[in-house]
């Protein structure tokens, strides 16, 4: 009995890919998808500073999105993008070893990063977006800014604005 792969279910790639490192497999494994430490350094700081959020929440119903950090009352979406996953155009060098499969790869989360932007703002939520490397005080000084704005300009729902 053969072994081989019968020829519509074998890789069509013109180039074979290099063999994946054991160890960087297990390093990019051990790579959190959540709650990496710029998350939760911004959301320290948020918590401590009196605001009061969902974590990794879908804002849009049906939609398979979620946001990092998502203040469901003022429609704020906050989105902490990896610079490696997400292609910084600041510190993302593309590996040295299997650059097609990356560059693709690198290519789809960007555009499914725009995509998601995209929806959420159809959708009518303000959408703030920052890279992993971004100063930690910078980044919650801006949403505190957004969310604080948000509250003066939109009523909570059931909640009248006049005075009686």
């Not at 989105?79 to 040295?96: R, T, V, W």
Request: a positive charge; hydrophobic letters at 35%; aromatic letters at 8%.
């Amino acid at each position: 009995m053969s072994t081989r792969r019968p020829k519509d279910l074998q890789a069509t790639s013109p180039i074979p890919e290099p063999p994946v490192d054991p160890a960087v497999s297990r390093r990019f494994s051990a790579t959190r998808g959540k709650d990496t430490q710029p998350e939760l350094a911004i959301r320290r700081r948020l918590h401590r500073d009196g605001f009061r959020f969902r974590v990794h929440a879908a804002p849009v119903q049906g939609l398979r999105r979620s946001g990092d950090i998502v203040f469901p009352r003022r429609r704020v979406v906050v989105l902490i993008d990896g610079c490696f996953f997400h292609g910084c155009p600041q510190h993302y060098i593309s590996p040295k070893t299997r650059t097609t499969f990356w560059e693709e790869k690198i290519s789809l989360n960007r555009r499914r990063d725009a995509e998601t932007t995209r929806l959420f703002e159809a959708d009518g939520w303000t959408v703030l977006r920052f890279w992993e490397h971004e100063d930690v005080d910078q980044v919650v000084g801006e949403i505190k800014r957004v969310v604080d704005s948000a509250r003066s300009s939109r009523p909570i729902a059931g909640i009248s604005s006049q005075k009686t």
